[in-house]
């Protein structure tokens, strides 16, 4: 079975769990979120609320509109213009807070998936500093809307654990549904079916000792052709984008996994642990046992 690259990158990008905050607000109320690394997201239950940010117009939301805010930008969330808003720092899997005055209500579930740190990878490079998604369109992500919006209405037995759960599979959810309306770059990349393929292949087997033309051979174009393509694509080359992702995994094999320097090397297609260490700083700028002892927040 092949890699499923989209996956394969969320997996890697991403320090899970995500975190999430059920918000009941009553005009007036504004809260203020952003400033950390990661993806900032909000599902609007019930009501309406607009999202603020400096140098933008008003977003107006509504309920079944799903955000997602790319990069840690500041961002506001409120009933009005006007608000005075507040700082809400999410911090826990799954937290609920009720804020504002007696006005209308409004629902919604905010939070954030925390991004690896250093990590640069050409999926991240494409996304716009706001995706907003006005009331799904796409019966799965409408499904997960849905899901989310009675667990959190409902208040079962349970519910933490379903909403936790549905939040990590929303960002998914979320980046399909925006790709499907965006097919270019990385997107496009992925859909590609040569280009696609030797995506699948690099993920399904960092350690594999790839070359150019061996990549070409495999998909049947020639050399050329090929690297033109794929640079076209994923706006770098076959092996640029090859030590990226195998830094990518490195990085998530180091955090989350405790076996010996020399051996994520070798899971990454290096024989070396001298120059597995030289790859990694200069993707990251920091040496491979430093980036391990890093507070991952």
Same mark, same amino acid.
């Given at each position: 079975?092949?890699?499923?690259?989209?996956?394969?990158?969320v997996a890697a990008?991403?320090t899970a769990p995500?975190?999430?905050?059920?918000?009941?607000?009553?005009?007036?109320?504004?809260?203020?979120?952003?400033?950390?690394?990661?993806?900032?997201?909000?599902?609007?239950?019930?009501?309406?609320?607009?999202?603020?940010?400096?140098?933008?117009?008003?977003?107006?939301?509504?309920?079944?509109?799903?955000?997602?805010?790319?990069? &840690?930008?500041?961002?506001?969330?409120?009933?009005?213009?006007?608000?005075?808003?507040?700082?809400?720092?999410?911090?826990?899997?799954?937290?609920?807070?009720?804020?504002?005055?007696? &006005?209308?209500?409004? $629902?919604?579930?905010?939070?954030?998936?925390?991004?690896?740190?250093?990590?640069?990878?050409?999926?991240?490079?494409?996304?716009?500093?706001?995706?907003?998604?006005?009331?799904?369109?796409?019966?799965?992500?409408?499904?997960? $809307?849905?899901?989310?919006?009675?667990? #959190?209405?409902?208040?079962?037995?349970?519910?933490?654990? #379903?909403?936790?759960?549905?939040?990590?599979?929303?960002?998914?959810?979320?980046?399909?549904?925006?790709?499907?309306?965006?097919?270019?770059?990385?997107?496009?990349?992925?859909?590609?079916?040569?280009?696609?393929?030797?995506?699948?292949?690099m993920h399904a087997?960092?350690?594999?000792?790839?070359?150019?033309?061996?990549?070409?051979?495999?998909?049947?174009?020639?050399?050329?052709?090929?690297?033109?393509?794929?640079?076209?694509?994923?706006?770098?080359?076959?092996?640029?984008?090859?030590?990226?992702?195998?830094?990518?995994?490195?990085?998530?094999?180091?955090?989350?996994?405790?076996?010996?320097?020399?051996?994520?090397?070798?899971?990454?297609?290096?024989?070396?642990?001298?120059?597995?260490?030289?790859?990694?700083?200069?993707?990251?700028?920091?040496?491979?046992?430093?980036?391990?002892?890093?507070?991952?927040?």
């Amino acid at each position: 079975m092949e890699s499923d690259v989209l996956s394969d990158a969320v997996a890697a990008l991403t320090t899970a769990p995500a975190l999430s905050v059920h918000i009941r607000a009553r005009a007036p109320w504004g809260l203020r979120f952003g400033g950390r690394r990661g993806f900032g997201f909000h599902v609007v239950v019930r009501g309406e609320c607009l999202l603020l940010r400096d140098g933008a117009g008003p977003v107006p939301l509504q309920a079944g509109d799903v955000v997602l805010v790319p990069g &840690g930008v500041v961002h506001t969330l409120a009933d009005s213009r006007d608000a005075a808003p507040l700082d809400l720092v999410v911090d826990h899997r799954v937290d609920s807070v009720t804020v504002g005055g007696d &006005g209308a209500e409004a $629902v919604v579930l905010s939070g954030a998936y925390r991004l690896e740190r250093g990590v640069r990878h050409p999926l991240l490079a494409t996304l716009p500093d706001v995706i907003r998604l006005s009331g799904p369109r796409r019966d799965r992500l409408a499904a997960a $809307v849905e899901l989310l919006s009675t667990e #959190i209405e409902t208040r079962e037995p349970g519910s933490d654990a #379903i909403v936790a759960a549905l939040v990590d599979a929303l960002l998914v959810y979320i980046l399909r549904a925006w790709h499907e309306d965006n097919a270019t770059g990385w997107t496009a990349a992925m859909t590609d079916p040569a280009i696609g393929h030797t995506l699948h292949r690099m993920h399904a087997a960092p350690a594999e000792p790839w070359t150019i033309d061996r990549l070409a051979d495999e998909i049947g174009m020639a050399r050329a052709t090929f690297t033109r393509r794929f640079r076209r694509l994923v706006g770098e080359s076959p092996l640029a984008y090859l030590t990226r992702w195998r830094m990518i995994t490195a990085a998530r094999l180091l955090r989350r996994d405790r076996a010996p320097l020399a051996a994520v090397a070798r899971q990454v297609g290096y024989d070396s642990e001298f120059a597995f260490a030289k790859a990694f700083k200069r993707e990251y700028g920091i040496a491979p046992g430093a980036y391990r002892r890093q507070d991952p927040r």
